[in-house]
C-alpha cells in the first residue's frame, strides 16, 4: 500500500504561485495513477487534478486549468502539484490520494476512486 504525505502550503498572495508535494513511502509507487483533491471550509472535497502513471498525461478541473498543472519524479517518489495565478477560491486544505488499483489506464476524477490519502497540506490565497 502507498502511504502520502503532503507538504508545500502556506500563504499567498493573489496572482501568486506555490508548488505542493506530495511524497510517497511504500511499494511500486509508479504504478499508480495520483490525484489532488481540495476542501474548502464548509464545502465538499472536490477533484483539482490527476496524473497517470504510466505517460503522465494529466487530466484538471475546470477551474485550474491554465493555471495549475501536475507533474511525477518517479526517482523520488513524489507527485508535484504546480499552483500558478492563484485565486482567493483556491483556498482550501489540498490532498492528494492514490488510485489503489496499479497499472490502471483510466485516469480518475471521480473522489471514490481513490484511496492512500495523505494529511492534507493548507492553502491560503489572500486578495
Do not use: H
Not at 38 to 51: H, N, S, T, Y
Amino acid at each position: 500500500q502507498v502511504q502520502l504525505v503532503e507538504s508545500g502550503g502556506g500563504w499567498v498572495q493573489a496572482g501568486g504561485s506555490l508548488r505542493l508535494s506530495c511524497a510517497a513511502s511504500g511499494v511500486a509507487f509508479r504504478s499508480f495513477n495520483i490525484g489532488w483533491f481540495r476542501q474548502a471550509p464548509g464545502k465538499d472535497r472536490e477533484f483539482v487534478a490527476a496524473i497517470r502513471w504510466s505517460d503522465s498525461r494529466i487530466i484538471c478541473a475546470d477551474s485550474v486549468k491554465g493555471r495549475f498543472t501536475v507533474s511525477r519524479d518517479n526517482a523520488k517518489n513524489t507527485v508535484y502539484l504546480q499552483m500558478n495565478s492563484l485565486k482567493p477560491e483556491d483556498t482550501a486544505v489540498y490532498y492528494c490520494a492514490a488510485d489503489p488499483r496499479p497499472w490502471v489506464p483510466v485516469l480518475s476524477n471521480e473522489l471514490a476512486q481513490y484511496d492512500c490519502w495523505g494529511q492534507g497540506t493548507q492553502v491560503t490565497v489572500s486578495s
